[in-house]
């Protein structure tokens, strides 16, 4: 089997170096060169190595500079598509195309007469760049490509009424959403606060769009643009709101509902604008009063009872209610004033989705105090008598209202009891940790009674309390926040549906994908784009916490999502327990707490088995890496090249953790063997030398 790998290995290698002399020696026979490139990206789609191989022999810098330099322009196009897929295939070779010269020749080449096709191969060439690539937003940024990127988005498709069944205005469209997916991914992933300062003049363009041509080629891409450009940006999000961008948001969403009841299409349509909706005023709140002029609660209400859509279309729309009530008196009343409080009720009790559990019980608290005083006295409300006199008259139509208030004040009743329980188990905790750390006691001792420390926190009764208790306090900071930028590894941009060449514009039957920033360039007339990102955080197990301030632009571009702080001082006896019962951990303190816990484990089997004792991480690699001869000369360690999926988890590694070299080591199974500083070595050698050959 081996040898049968190296003989399709060596012969991988003996094509590309052939193809590469073809390019070399063809250089006035287009059509030859033309085929060559096919070839050559065709190879390195099938065989993960061979982008690396190419790279390596030189002919990822030919390929750009006959990219450049070539007089015909399907030998243009045919490089540029291929730099973008060889790019897309591995980081390498990403990173060593991502510089300001290749940047600046692809501004020339959309901003000179270039023929559509040529032009939308430098967009996807800018797009694969960009991906997941700070460096790559950056330059976009600094060489002046997203000012080209933003004229086209304005020019490209003058007007309003597309007919894509004509041949040119359907180019035109295809480099237009192709300018679209670059954009989105300008900004996200890892935000970009200045590309999004930026990208905000688009807003009354867009506007304009989303006001005269309401069909889903134009709704997707502008949505997503949206959502993305003012995720986690206060400024942007006001600036949003300040030139109309919310009211029109609103106007679509109302035409989609009412559409919704004849076309599915519609409903599913209307969930994308209700994720932007969402977006807009997860971070504010106070904006949820522009909603209320269009009664958009109501419209949510009536969505939300679309049989067609699935659960995590529904949790969207609960979501976006939760945000629309959660500082807002109208929006409040309105859901009363549509039965929404018993939907909500019926969802807590009746479905056995997790996510729309919590949901719902987020709409039922923002409306605790409203449902309180109608439940009360309907006339100490601080409505006027004809608000008052619809109360009494929904009062009467619905024989179950007072039924369902019971139910809901039993449950705010219940959530306030296990608030107040989760507190004083907090205080009591806190004073034992105290103890805990004042200690001073031996290591074998520590790790015992952390293991016990483990098994009690671990108890099935105590767990049950302590997310009850949070739920309130939490949810909103992990569950409930609609974030259309979170930790960076949440995306890794697959850009195959981005292929120019293949010309797709798909609609998804799933619409899974919610606002990612998985751009595509989106082209066949048949199909539409799939450019959601979910604005949703799925994966807490408490809800209602108000977030703490997340730090931005902090070197390495670490994930910042939630830790409490701790008000009295750490030190190495106290931070592994303040760790172990956090319940409010990053994804680097997880990824700390899991790696501790395995070498714990591992250590006391080493105890049970052997009898030894293990200090540190550094004496077992040395105890099972590093043998000596009986004269007691140590042996030389045998050199392993790094592999493509050890270069992954180096990246990966460094995305989540910045420089913790231990950590990275502890949390990803490199092989046996490596250590920190062979991590830090191979990682400075990829970034300060583009051209070094991978190992």
Same mark, same amino acid.
Not at 209 to 225: G, H, Y
């Given at each position: 089997m081996e040898s049968e790998d190296t003989k399709k290995t060596q012969e991988m290698k003996t094509d590309l170096n052939l193809l590469l002399e073809c390019l070399k020696y063809q250089m006035d026979n287009a059509v030859s060169q033309k085929e060559a490139l096919v070839t050559i990206h065709s190879i390195c789609q099938q065989n993960s190595n061979a982008s690396v191989y190419f790279r390596e022999i030189g002919g990822l810098m030919f390929v750009k500079n006959l990219a450049k330099s070539s007089e015909h322009s399907m030998v243009k196009e045919a490089a540029l598509y291929t730099l973008g897929a060889i790019a897309e295939k591995n980081v390498y070779c990403q990173q060593t195309l991502c510089t300001s010269e290749l940047f600046e020749d692809l501004t020339w080449f959309l901003s000179n007469d270039s023929n559509i096709n040529l032009k939308r191969m430098s967009v996807y060439v800018i797009l694969v760049l960009v991906s997941n690539n700070r460096t790559g937003q950056t330059l976009v940024r600094e060489t002046g490509c997203i000012t080209v990127l933003s004229r086209l988005f304005r020019t490209v498709i003058s007007k309003h009424e597309l007919d894509l069944s004509d041949k040119n205005v359907f180019q035109s469209y295809q480099l237009w959403s192709s300018v679209?997916?670059? +954009?989105?991914?300008?900004?996200?992933?890892?935000? @970009?606060?200045?590309?999004?300062?930026?990208?905000?003049?688009?807003?009354?363009?867009?506007?304009?769009?989303?006001? /005269?041509?309401?069909?889903? =080629? $134009? $709704?997707?891409? $502008?949505?997503?643009?949206?959502?993305?450009?003012? #995720?986690?940006?206060?400024?942007?999000?006001?600036?949003?709101?300040s030139v109309g961008g919310l009211d029109v948001l609103s106007q679509v969403l109302m035409q989609l509902e009412s559409d919704s009841h004849e076309t599915l299409s519609s409903a599913k349509l209307a969930v994308v604008v209700t994720k932007t909706v969402d977006a807009c005023i997860a971070? /504010?709140?106070?904006?949820?009063?522009?909603?209320?002029?269009?009664?958009?609660?109501?419209?949510?209400?009536?969505?939300?009872?679309?049989?067609?859509?699935?659960?995590?279309? !529904?949790?969207?729309?609960?979501?976006? +209610?939760?945000?629309c009530t959660e500082d807002c008196e109208e929006n409040q009343y309105d859901l009363f004033k549509n039965n929404g409080l018993p939907l909500m009720i019926q969802a807590l009790t009746e479905s056995q989705n997790e996510e729309l559990n919590k949901a719902a019980t987020f709409v039922l608290h923002n409306c605790k105090k409203i449902t309180e005083k109608l439940s009360l006295s309907l006339? =100490?409300?601080?409505?006027?008598?004809? =608000?008052?006199?619809?109360?009494?008259?929904? @009062?009467?139509?619905? /024989? /179950?209202?007072?039924?369902?208030?019971?139910k809901a004040k039993e449950i705010l009743h219940r959530i306030e009891q296990l608030e107040r329980e989760g507190n004083k188990e907090e205080i009591q905790r806190e004073t034992y940790q105290d103890n805990i750390s004042s200690m001073n006691i031996s290591i074998q001792n520590t790790w015992k009674r952390l293991h016990a420390d483990q098994i009690g926190r671990g108890s099935k009764?105590?767990?049950?309390?302590?997310?009850?208790?949070?739920?309130?306090?939490?949810?909103?900071?992990?569950?409930?926040?609609?974030? #259309?930028?979170? @930790?960076?590894?949440?995306? !890794?941009?697959?850009?195959?549906?981005?292929?120019?060449?293949? #010309?797709?514009?798909?609609?998804s039957e799933q619409n899974k994908t919610l606002y990612k920033a998985k751009s595509s360039c989106n082209q066949n007339l048949h199909e539409e784009t799939t450019f959601e990102k979910n604005f949703v955080?799925?994966?807490?197990?408490?809800?209602?916490?108000?977030?703490?301030?997340? #730090?931005? @632009?902090?070197?390495?571009?670490?994930?910042?999502?939630?830790c409490i702080a701790v008000e009295k001082s750490l030190n190495s006896r106290n931070f592994s327990k303040l760790l172990h019962s956090c319940p409010y951990q990053c994804d680097r303190h997880k990824v700390i707490v899991e790696a501790e816990d395995r070498y714990k484990s591992e250590l006391r089997k080493s105890l049970i088995c052997n009898k030894k004792i293990l200090l540190t991480p550094r004496r077992r690699q040395q105890l099972s890496n590093e043998s000596t001869t009986p004269g007691g000369i140590k042996k030389r360690r045998i050199r392993k090249n790094f592999t493509e999926a050890e270069v992954n988890y180096l990246f990966n590694g460094v995305k989540k953790m910045g420089n913790h070299w231990n950590s990275i080591l502890w949390s990803f199974p490199f092989q046996q063997g490596r250590k920190a500083v062979d991590l830090a070595h191979k990682y400075h050698k990829l970034t300060k030398r583009p051209t070094f050959a991978a190992s």
């Amino acid at each position: 089997m081996e040898s049968e790998d190296t003989k399709k290995t060596q012969e991988m290698k003996t094509d590309l170096n052939l193809l590469l002399e073809c390019l070399k020696y063809q250089m006035d026979n287009a059509v030859s060169q033309k085929e060559a490139l096919v070839t050559i990206h065709s190879i390195c789609q099938q065989n993960s190595n061979a982008s690396v191989y190419f790279r390596e022999i030189g002919g990822l810098m030919f390929v750009k500079n006959l990219a450049k330099s070539s007089e015909h322009s399907m030998v243009k196009e045919a490089a540029l598509y291929t730099l973008g897929a060889i790019a897309e295939k591995n980081v390498y070779c990403q990173q060593t195309l991502c510089t300001s010269e290749l940047f600046e020749d692809l501004t020339w080449f959309l901003s000179n007469d270039s023929n559509i096709n040529l032009k939308r191969m430098s967009v996807y060439v800018i797009l694969v760049l960009v991906s997941n690539n700070r460096t790559g937003q950056t330059l976009v940024r600094e060489t002046g490509c997203i000012t080209v990127l933003s004229r086209l988005f304005r020019t490209v498709i003058s007007k309003h009424e597309l007919d894509l069944s004509d041949k040119n205005v359907f180019q035109s469209y295809q480099l237009w959403s192709s300018v679209c997916s670059t +954009l989105c991914v300008c900004v996200n992933n890892p935000q @970009n606060d200045e590309n999004q300062m930026f990208c905000c003049s688009l807003f009354p363009h867009a506007n304009e769009w989303l006001k /005269n041509c309401m069909t889903p =080629e $134009i $709704i997707r891409p $502008i949505c997503s643009f949206i959502g993305l450009t003012l #995720a986690n940006n206060t400024y942007v999000q006001k600036y949003f709101v300040s030139v109309g961008g919310l009211d029109v948001l609103s106007q679509v969403l109302m035409q989609l509902e009412s559409d919704s009841h004849e076309t599915l299409s519609s409903a599913k349509l209307a969930v994308v604008v209700t994720k932007t909706v969402d977006a807009c005023i997860a971070d /504010n709140p106070t904006f949820g009063i522009v909603l209320s002029k269009y009664h958009i609660v109501s419209k949510l209400l009536a969505l939300l009872l679309h049989e067609s859509l699935d659960s995590g279309e !529904k949790f969207s729309i609960m979501l976006t +209610l939760g945000h629309c009530t959660e500082d807002c008196e109208e929006n409040q009343y309105d859901l009363f004033k549509n039965n929404g409080l018993p939907l909500m009720i019926q969802a807590l009790t009746e479905s056995q989705n997790e996510e729309l559990n919590k949901a719902a019980t987020f709409v039922l608290h923002n409306c605790k105090k409203i449902t309180e005083k109608l439940s009360l006295s309907l006339g =100490e409300c601080p409505f006027d008598e004809n =608000e008052t006199q619809q109360l009494k008259d929904i @009062n009467v139509k619905e /024989n /179950n209202l007072e039924e369902h208030w019971r139910k809901a004040k039993e449950i705010l009743h219940r959530i306030e009891q296990l608030e107040r329980e989760g507190n004083k188990e907090e205080i009591q905790r806190e004073t034992y940790q105290d103890n805990i750390s004042s200690m001073n006691i031996s290591i074998q001792n520590t790790w015992k009674r952390l293991h016990a420390d483990q098994i009690g926190r671990g108890s099935k009764a105590e767990d049950e309390d302590k997310s009850h208790s949070r739920q309130f306090q939490s949810y909103k900071s992990h569950g409930v926040m609609s974030k #259309a930028c979170t @930790n960076d590894d949440q995306m !890794k941009t697959p850009l195959k549906s981005a292929n120019p060449v293949h #010309a797709c514009y798909r609609e998804s039957e799933q619409n899974k994908t919610l606002y990612k920033a998985k751009s595509s360039c989106n082209q066949n007339l048949h199909e539409e784009t799939t450019f959601e990102k979910n604005f949703v955080s799925q994966s807490s197990d408490h809800v209602f916490k108000h977030p703490v301030h997340i #730090a931005k @632009n902090i070197k390495q571009q670490l994930p910042v999502t939630g830790c409490i702080a701790v008000e009295k001082s750490l030190n190495s006896r106290n931070f592994s327990k303040l760790l172990h019962s956090c319940p409010y951990q990053c994804d680097r303190h997880k990824v700390i707490v899991e790696a501790e816990d395995r070498y714990k484990s591992e250590l006391r089997k080493s105890l049970i088995c052997n009898k030894k004792i293990l200090l540190t991480p550094r004496r077992r690699q040395q105890l099972s890496n590093e043998s000596t001869t009986p004269g007691g000369i140590k042996k030389r360690r045998i050199r392993k090249n790094f592999t493509e999926a050890e270069v992954n988890y180096l990246f990966n590694g460094v995305k989540k953790m910045g420089n913790h070299w231990n950590s990275i080591l502890w949390s990803f199974p490199f092989q046996q063997g490596r250590k920190a500083v062979d991590l830090a070595h191979k990682y400075h050698k990829l970034t300060k030398r583009p051209t070094f050959a991978a190992s």
